[in-house]
């Protein structure tokens, strides 16, 4: 799928793998975590806009009063229409995809816990610290080091890459 993504972007990987109910990416010994995939899709499109919104724009402001403004409903419609089309909450999405952003930022990227956490909607590296521990059972440092090859290190890393000898 990532060579969907590359060619036609990932709104089209993502509708092909959810068809295919195949990993959209999926590094080597690493398990598939996509909240994208795991939730269903909504039928409505307000709230179909809103599910891309979210995945699109982790690191905004995303409380359940925001996002209905979003989908034109009220707080309480919102939240009663999410749960039901989506099959979670649209907090537990929210969570979903901000520790899905985090670890691909994070497996993807020179970016330090701090700069992650931010970019990731967590606001503080505490913040993305507890909710790694709490879904995944390791920090963002640990899940780091599991899922880094030394070769994508250090591709990411010019100082670590070996040096050449005449």
């Given at each position: ?14 509708t092909?793998?959810?068809h ?20 269903q ?8 806009h809103v ?18 403004l ?24 929210v ?72």
């Amino acid at each position: 799928m990532s060579f969907l993504e590359d060619d036609l972007g990932r709104d089209t990987a993502l509708t092909a793998a959810r068809h295919l109910v195949v990993f959209l990416r999926r590094p080597g010994s690493q398990s598939q975590f996509s909240a994208q995939l795991q939730a269903q899709t909504a039928t409505r499109k307000p709230i179909r806009h809103v599910q891309q919104w979210i995945t699109e724009h982790p690191a905004e402001n995303l409380t359940v009063e925001d996002l209905a403004l979003k989908a034109n409903l009220s707080p309480r419609q919102f939240t009663r229409a999410f749960t039901a089309e989506v099959g979670m909450t649209p907090g537990r999405y929210v969570d979903q995809v901000r520790i899905e952003a985090a670890r691909r930022r994070l497996e993807d990227s020179a970016d330090g816990i701090e700069e992650a956490a931010r970019a990731c909607g967590f606001g503080t590296p505490e913040a993305m610290r507890r909710a790694f521990i709490k879904t995944l059972g390791v920090s963002p440092a640990e899940y780091r080091r599991r899922f880094t090859t030394k070769e994508n290190h250090a591709d990411r890393h010019p100082a670590l890459r070996p040096l050449r000898t005449p």
